[in-house]
């Protein structure tokens, strides 16, 4: 299951459109999905219907799940990002020159697209119930697409000392204590939250809004950070970090 070159060069609008379809109610309405509540509050609901919590508690534990995943997410991303480099990260074409070896790679061998399902979790709870299934299922088999894709492409050109790291680094759950020995390199941070622009914004505005319990002002500002990182991506030159 590998991504084809097209897939990896416009990975960002693909997942651009995934999300878009996900908050779109039109393409479910057909199927009887489209009920108007977000899954925001359908998870918040089920849980007060355990009669373990009322819904308040219940709108307070889907919430700070959802901010705990979206900062951990985040936080992956831009760790991954200051050690991959930045342009390399934003570029559209796959690369296999030096092995990274450090940071969160250390631990796992795709810490940026692990970092996007954590994501996911904060985003998809501003859609309705089928939306949400479908980001996650269509992103899943996305990534694991790109994944894929990669993982071929790194051992076509780097043999056996992918081979190596492959062997030693899980693919998607991090092991606690770093499976390989720090390669040296040295993060690049102002860079990474350049090139991180919509996950950290996203966040940051999930952390300071998310309490207001509104999902449209949320799903606004969404849009605006995600807008805001496509011209922060344009504005990054590649080779220059």
Do not use: D
Not at 207 to 223: D, E, G, H, Q, V
């Amino acid at each position: 299951m590998r991504a084809t070159r097209f897939e990896f060069r416009y990975r960002v609008a693909i997942i651009g459109v995934i999300y878009a379809l996900g908050f779109a109610a039109f393409w479910y309405f057909p199927l009887g999905l489209a009920t108007g509540q977000t899954t925001w509050l359908i998870l918040s609901s089920l849980l007060a219907g355990t009669h373990w919590l009322t819904l308040n508690t219940a709108t307070l534990f889907v919430t700070i799940i959802a901010l705990v995943c979206g900062v951990a997410g985040t936080a992956l991303r831009v760790w991954g990002t200051a050690h991959l480099g930045a342009t390399t990260m934003t570029g559209s074409e796959m690369l296999a020159g030096q092995m990274v070896v450090s940071g969160p790679y250390r631990h796992l061998r795709n810490p940026l697209y692990v970092g996007l399902w954590l994501l996911s979790v904060p985003i998809s709870i501003l859609m309705p119930v089928a939306g949400a299934i479908f980001v996650f299922l269509m992103l899943s088999v996305f990534l694991l697409r790109i994944i894929g894709g990669e993982e071929s492409h790194l051992s076509e050109k780097l043999g056996g000392t992918y081979h190596s790291y492959r062997s030693r680094v899980p693919r998607l759950f991090p092991t606690p204590v770093a499976a390989v020995s720090h390669s040296g390199l040295r993060p690049r941070w102002i860079q990474a939250l350049m090139a991180e622009a919509f996950p950290v914004g996203f966040t940051v505005c999930f952390a300071f809004l998310a309490w207001s319990y509104n999902a449209r002002l949320l799903t606004r500002y969404l849009i605006v950070c995600f807008g805001f990182s496509l011209v922060v991506r344009a504005l990054m030159k590649p080779g220059k970090e």
